[in-house]
Every structure is written in C-alpha cells, then in structure tokens.
C-alpha cells in the first residue's frame, strides 16, 4: 500500500479542523489533545499555532493550566476556502 | 474568413485560459499552496498562449493586411501554452516521468531529435507528452478516488493532447481542415477543466492571507 504524506497545507486543515469540530469543550482544544488529533509532533504543532494565531485563523486563550486553541471565524472562512480548493486540486490528481 | 473564425477560436481560448488562472489565483492567495501557485501559472500560460495566436492572427489579418499568416506567432503562442503544459505535469512530480536508465533514454531521445527541422514540430510534441503524462496521472488520481470531476479533467487534458497532435499532423497537410479541428478540440479540452470550478463554493469577500 502506498504510503501518503501530508503537505504543510493539509496539517493546518487538519488542525482547523480539529479545533472547529472536535473540542472537547467551548475554551478550546489544548496542545495535547491536537497533538493526538492532527498527529503532529509538538515542535512542529507549536510553529503552525503560532502562525496561525498571528493571521488571525486561531484565538488563543491562556488559563492557569495551559494555551487553549479556538477556531476565529476567519478560521472558518479560511477552511471553508480551502476545503474548496482542496476539492478542485483533487480534480487535476493534485494535493494543495 | 477562416482565420477569421480560427482567431475567435484562440479568442475563445485566451478567456477560458483568463479565467481558469484567475480561479486558481484567487485559491493561492487564499490558501498559499504552491499547487495552486503552479496551476495558475500554467492556466495564465495556456490562456496567453491561445491570446497571442488569437490576437497575433487578427493584427496580420487587419492591421497588416497580409494574406498569409506567418508562423513565428503560432510558433511563439504554441511554446507559451507549452509552458502551461509543463506547469501542469510539472505539479504532478515530472521527475518520475524521464527513465533514468540509458535504455529508456536511447528510447526517449530520438522522440525529442526526429522532429528537429521545425521548433513548432520540437514545441507541439513536447506539448503532447506533457498532456499525455498529465492525462495518465489524472487517470490514476480518478482510479483512486472516483471522483466524476477528476474525470472531466482527465478528458480535458486528453482533449488537449490530441489537439496538439492534431495541430501537429496538420503542418503536415497545410490546406486542411485539421488546424481548424486541432483548435476546436483544445477549446472543448479547457472547457472541461472548468467542470472542477463549477464544485467550488464561491462566496464573496473570500480573501485571506497568503502567508499561512
């Protein structure tokens, strides 16, 4: 079975998506817990929060424990976007 | 009349070319994916290719009034839709497609030297690989996923290929309708790559950062 690797772009889907559909609750999804869901290592998980924290995809939110990850609505639009663009690279065979 | 009716087909190129690279534009400055970047690249490409034989047909025909079209701007426009072509296999790893081996090579080589007494003979034929490597990876990529729309752009760039060898064989028999034929064919090619477009959720305002 061939083997399929992710592209940078479909770590930070995957990420959205994770932080947008499965959080286990309304704070957000800790570093832990996308760590298991992406399947990111945490350098790299730590890189792409901070990212896209900075362009404004992911809210962060700080409590006494630890960071907490929320999809924006910019997030939203984002995933949306890509999801889309995703579905027409598919078309030509094509990853984005 | 028929260079005429050959540049509207060019034309008609040109703006679906125009259109298809604005589409994927608009996806790599929304998602900053170097697919996306390298698409856009190719779609601008073919649609300048086909704008340049279009336009260039029309400026000899009005403007200078010459009877006979001079094949440096179809040679000229055909090598700038190459460069969309090879943008298009070049996304799909074009690596894996030239043998390393020696044997492959002595097979391969003369496909590209046989050819060598005319550069639209060398440009058409490099052309037609590309659309048939591209067209085969499509394939594939529709065998894995089932995906109807994978279909289309698979027809598409087989539409493409045989418009280029059409175009090809038509240098061959000069007075005949092939050329006419070759451009239909690529024009129908491109519109079925639109088929992909036509899935994608379009909403307004849809910009985000590129540097994501």
């Known amino acids: ?96 | 009349m028929e260079v005429v009716f050959e540049s509207a087909l060019n034309l008609l190129g040109f703006v679906v070319g125009l259109v298809l690279g604005i589409f994927t534009h608009i996806g790599f400055r929304n998602t900053g994916s170097p697919t996306l970047f390298r698409l856009n690249i190719a779609f601008f490409s073919i649609g300048i290719g086909f704008g340049v034989v279009g336009f260039g047909d029309l400026m000899e025909l009005w403007v200078f009034k010459y009877t006979t079209v001079d094949t440096w701007i179809q040679t000229l426009g055909i090598g700038i839709q190459t460069v969309g072509y090879f943008f298009i296999a070049f996304s799909h790893g074009i690596k894996s497609f030239f043998p390393k081996s020696r044997y492959f090579k002595s097979i391969a080589a003369p496909l590209f030297i046989l050819p060598g007494n005319s550069i639209e003979h060398i440009i058409r034929s490099i052309s037609f690989i590309l659309l048939v490597y591209g067209t085969i990876e499509t394939i594939m990529s529709y065998m894995e996923s089932r995906k109807r729309s994978a279909l289309f752009v698979a027809t598409g760039l087989g539409l493409l290929a045989l418009g280029e060898f059409l175009g090809w064989y038509s240098i061959v028999f000069p007075k005949s309708i092939l050329y006419f034929v070759s451009v239909s064919t690529k024009i129908v090619g491109l519109g079925a790559l639109f088929v992909p477009i036509s899935q994608v959720p379009m909403r307004g305002g849809m910009r985000i950062g590129g540097n994501v």
């Open chain 1, 1 to 96: 079975m061939a083997v399929t690797y992710r592209t940078h772009m479909s770590i930070i889907g995957d990420i959205l998506t994770t932080t947008r559909d499965e959080s286990p609750d309304e704070t957000g999804a800790s570093v832990t817990y996308l760590i298991r869901k992406a399947n990111v290592s945490y350098g790299r998980l730590s890189k792409i929060l901070e990212t896209l924290v900075s362009q404004g995809l992911l809210e962060q939110s700080s409590s006494d424990r630890a960071c907490k990850y929320r999809i924006s609505d910019r997030g939203r639009e984002f995933l949306q976007a890509y999801r889309g663009f995703r579905e027409f690279a598919d078309s030509f065979g094509l990853r984005i």
